[in-house]
């Protein structure tokens, strides 16, 4: 059998302030922004070349009950974690010190406003995935 992941709840305080920060700033697409109704709302948004998403929202049940800040370590493969740490700090963002995992593996870590954390991570074999990028 197979299964696709294809959508991650991250759960935030500011809706706004959040979809400023993945579409704006980190360059995601917003695949929908929702508003069901006054108390709920739902918005899409997927990394350039993901094929999975995030959802951030508000009046969900289930997802009202996430803490903003605690998803950790969702990783964001790039073919260049150099390349996409000088990037982001351009931009403003906090991405630490690149690790170097050894064996062609490295990472770099970041936050959104809201604590909730990502790591660019670069695996040297998926490069060729990148070509044409």
């Known amino acids: 059998m197979q299964m696709k992941l294809e959508l991650v709840p991250v759960p935030v305080r500011d809706l706004e302030r959040a979809k400023a ?31 999975c998403s995030i959802v951030i929202s508000q009046g969900i049940p289930n997802l009202d009950e996430m803490t903003p800040g605690t998803i950790k370590a969702l990783h964001l493969v790039v073919k260049d974690v150099s390349a996409a740490r000088a990037e982001y700090r ?44």
Do not use: C
């Open 21 to 51: 920060f993945y579409a704006d700033v980190l360059g995601f697409h917003v695949d929908h922004d929702t508003t069901i109704s006054a108390e709920v709302r739902l918005i899409q948004l997927t990394p350039p070349g993901s094929a």
């Open 90 to 133: 351009a931009k403003g963002i906090d991405v630490g010190e690149i690790t170097d995992h050894g064996r062609g593996v490295k990472s770099a870590g970041f936050s959104d406003p809201d604590g909730n954390s990502w790591l660019f991570q670069e695996m040297a074999w998926r490069s060729a995935e990148f070509e044409g990028t």
